[in-house]
């Protein structure tokens, strides 16, 4: 199930038309799996399980449909690009299970 509809998708970013379709549902799916793998992927089916997902994350997914929509043919030389922005890996972290090296948290129902 996914959290952010192709229609919001194109509004955010201003899109007109259909003929970028396939693309911008490809950005969402990989905008989603980004969060999924940063969050952890029981939280991330806990929040997108919840009535009313928590708005922003929902607006830091669109955004980084968003940055991929208008990154999609950057090229660097001898610099690296960044794979999300800083807002969006800050909103993302508010949300993180835990962080790389910890112990897996201990099982809680009701863990947000």
């Known amino acids: 199930m996914s959290i952010v509809s192709l229609s919001l998708a194109k509004l955010h970013c201003k899109i007109d038309g259909n003929a970028e379709d396939e693309l911008l549902a490809l950005y969402i799916r990989a905008a989603e799996a980004w969060f999924a793998n940063y969050i952890g992927e029981k939280k991330w089916r806990r929040l997108v399980a919840l009535d009313q997902f928590p708005g922003d ?27 999300a922005p800083d807002h969006i890996i800050s909103v993302a972290g508010n949300y993180r299970e835990n962080w790389f090296g910890e112990p897996e948290p201990e099982a809680v129902e009701d863990d947000f």
């Open 57 to 83: 994350l929902e607006h830091a997914v669109l955004d980084l449909v968003a940055f991929h929509y208008r990154m999609r043919g950057l090229v660097t030389f001898g610099a690296s690009a960044k794979i």
